[in-house]
């Protein structure tokens, strides 16, 4: 097998999963760090470099609110779903179940052939 | 940390002016949170190395930047076969070109110096190369999706625009090649060399192509007006027979060019006529044979084209005509 392929298709397959990963775990807030703490506890850990571009990103997209707080003596900026976010988040999740039970669908049909 | 704010300084150095501190404030708070973490699990201050090693888990300081930037590439995924294919062909004509060079400089006796030959043919390249990607980066700016449109109206495509651009003239390919090519026809009427290569030392364009640049220029012209209106009909496949006498036009005064061209002969003389010498007439001849040939080829295929478009043209005339009575079933007094 060639890793350099399988390690792109898996870096493809993460990305879109990481999306909503990140927009399903912010139903609650949550800053930066506690984030990816709360993710990786989950079996999805993400790096700071991934993560923090993608939640600008997704506040650009209005999909996420944050502001600056103080907590345990430290600035932290923490972030939660917008409006659009939450709306967004449930057509994902009807999209993404709609997915995964074709796929596993395609999987049982192999598994039983 | 020293080691934090050493790298978080050189990240900010990459990230754009208006989100800096922004951004810096935020990594700096999550690798702090990090260390304190580790340093509870340790049950100590991390030391030096520690706290080396958990800065360089984060990479590159340009390369974490980099994720922070608008998403950019010159020619995207949609434009991208028909950036291929363009250029592609736009340097193989240039190869080309500096291949006939060669062999008419060396048909002439005059080799130029290899060295300066594979420099000027590597300039050539490159710049063919520029000017391709600006056009089709151009056109990627201005969104692909609002040059095709979001949707795909199947039923009121016609099936010639679906063998056109199954057989590769795709509009957007000859829209730039149509460019490229005026835009190196303007170039060449005022340095020959751009044609003649190293033979314009010896060669030049004879008064013909003085007499035709303003009418090539106007067919090529016409040309890029056609492969816009075709781009036009792929986005609303309604065909008219302006379009259609507009592909006729080019064909037809393309042709009167070529058939003009034919009864000259003389498209290449000596640049300097007062020296002549038997070998350079000889390739003189040879010269104006091959282009003379390959002329009478064109205008054998543009002929064809012709009587393609007029066939287009009157098939387009019938279809828009209203449909006879009998053919739409239609009785007389029912």
């Not at chain 2, 056109?164 to 026809?185: D, E, K, N, Y």
């Not at chain 2, 008064?207 to 781009?231: E, H, K, Q, R």
Request: proline share 5%; net charge positive; with cysteine.
């Amino acid at each position: 097998m060639n890793p350099d392929l399988l390690s792109s298709l898996r870096l493809e397959l993460r990305r879109g999963c990481l999306v909503i990963a990140v927009l399903a775990q912010l139903r609650a807030e949550h800053y930066g760090y506690t984030l990816r703490k709360a993710l990786a506890e989950q079996g999805l850990a993400i790096d700071e470099s991934t993560l923090y571009p993608l939640l600008r990103r997704l506040e650009t997209q209005g999909l996420l609110v944050s502001e600056w707080r103080d907590e345990d003596k430290r600035t932290k900026r923490f972030y939660r779903l917008s409006p659009d976010g939450k709306a967004m988040l449930k057509e994902l999740m009807v999209e993404w179940q709609t997915i995964n039970a074709s796929v596993s669908r395609i999987f049982g049909r192999r598994s039983a052939a | 940390m020293e080691a934090l704010d050493h790298y978080l300084k050189y990240v900010k150095i990459f990230l754009p002016r208006a989100q800096q501190d922004d951004i810096i404030r935020e990594l700096s708070e999550d690798i702090q949170s990090q260390a304190e973490d580790k340093e509870a699990e340790l049950g100590r201050p991390l030391n030096r190395m520690e706290q080396k090693q958990l800065v360089g888990r984060l990479g590159h300081p340009a390369l974490l930047a980099g994720r922070y930037g608008p998403r950019r590439q010159l020619v995207g995924p949609e434009l991208f076969p028909f950036y291929w294919r363009v250029l592609t062909l736009a340097l193989g004509a240039n190869l080309l070109a500096h291949g006939i060079a060669m062999a008419v400089s060396f048909a002439s006796g005059r080799l130029v110096n290899p060295t300066l030959r594979a420099v000027s043919a590597g300039f050539g390249l490159f710049i063919t190369f520029g000017v391709v990607t600006i056009v089709f980066a151009v056109l990627d700016y201005a969104r692909p999706k609002a040059i095709f449109g979001r949707r795909w109206d199947s039923s009121r495509m016609d099936t010639n625009t679906v063998v056109r651009v199954r057989r590769g003239s795709h509009p957007i390919s000859r829209l730039v090649t149509g460019i490229i090519f005026m835009a190196w026809w303007v170039a060449a009427h005022r340095s020959p060399a751009l044609i003649l290569g190293a033979g314009s030392e010896v060669f030049q364009l004879g008064p013909v192509w003085d007499s035709v640049y303003p009418w090539i220029l106007t067919f090529a012209l016409v040309s890029i007006v056609n492969a816009g209106l075709d781009l036009l009909h792929v986005i609303r496949p309604q065909p008219t027979r302006v379009h259609f006498a507009m592909k006729l036009i080019g064909s037809c005064g393309g042709l009167a060019v070529l058939i003009f061209l034919l009864t000259t002969g003389d498209f290449v003389v000596l640049a300097d006529a007062s020296a002549p010498s038997t070998r350079l007439d000889f390739s003189l001849k040879v010269i104006n044979q091959s282009i003379y040939w390959g002329l009478a080829i064109g205008s054998v295929l543009l002929a064809g084209l012709a009587m393609i478009e007029l066939r287009a043209w009157n098939r387009e005339g019938s279809a828009q005509q209203p449909p006879h009575p009998r053919a739409r079933g239609f009785v007389p007094g029912k």
